[in-house]
């Protein structure tokens, strides 16, 4: 659950900083408040839905390689006398 919630913050502080780079770069491309911020509100929603899947999925890609090389050790490996 904690990974879940990390992932959330996470999520939430790219949206704040990817509307301010939206903003930024539409107002400087328009020169329009209004049409910078509907720029800068919808593509950062858009784009944080698809980061929060995508640490998502990374999440269980990186578990899916510990998983693999577990069974390789315990598959594979040779008591050591003490």
């Known amino acids: 659950m904690q990974t879940i919630k990390r992932d ?3 999520t939430i502080s790219f ?3 990817h509307f301010g780079v939206a903003f930024t ?3 400087a491309l328009t020169g329009s408040i209004a049409i910078a911020t ?3 509100l919808i593509e950062p929603i858009a784009n944080t839905f698809a980061f929060y ?5 990374w999440r269980r890609v990186d578990g899916r390689a510990a998983e693999r090389n577990n069974r390789v050790m315990t598959c ?3 008591p050591i006398a003490r």
Do not use: N, T
């Open 8 to 10: 959330l913050l996470k």
């Open 15 to 17: 949206a704040a900083l």
């Open 25 to 27: 770069v539409a107002y």
């Open 38 to 40: 509907s720029i800068g």
């Open 53 to 57: 899947f995508h640490e998502r999925a």
């Open 76 to 78: 594979c490996s040779i």
